[in-house]
Nanobody
Framework: QLQLVESGGDLVHPGGSLRLSCAAS????????IGWFRQAPGKEREAVSC????????RHAPSLRGRFVITRDSATNTIYLQMNNLEPDDTANYFC???????????????WGQGTRVTVSS
């Protein structure tokens, strides 16, 4: 049974930083990927970043490269999204999701977390 639990969302000022956590459990092997997504009010869900445990590779949304960094703690299957220099447009619900083939797809994942809210405002 796959389970993903996000945490770390908060209200921050522009220019601030946050680190989101995704605790993943229920996997039977290491051949999976964990992606971070976000959905802002009035907008479609957007892929942010993804890390493949299977292939040991990372993908980023080009517009966020350099500000957002995805990392992992393999011992605990915890995936982090470090967000720096936050802007009001980063305000969104942030989700992590698991894909069991480790391919970091754009949308079709096998399990989703409940989301954590990030609000960037002065």
């Amino acid at each position: 049974q796959l389970q993903l639990v996000e945490s770390g969302g908060d209200l921050v000022h522009p220019g601030g930083s946050l680190r989101l956590s995704c605790a993943a459990s229920g996997f039977t092997n290491d051949d999976f990927a964990i992606g971070w997504f976000r959905q802002a009010p009035g907008k479609e869900r957007e892929a942010v970043s993804c890390i493949s445990f299977r292939f040991q590779t990372i993908r980023h949304a080009p517009s966020l490269r350099g500000r957002f960094v995805i990392t992992r703690d393999s011992a605990t299957n915890t995936i982090y999204l470090q967000m720096n220099n936050l802007e009001p447009d980063d305000t969104a619900n942030y989700f992590c999701a698991a894909e069991l083939d480790g391919n970091c797809p754009l949308a079709r994942y096998d399990a989703w977390g409940q989301g954590t809210r990030v609000t960037v405002s002065s």
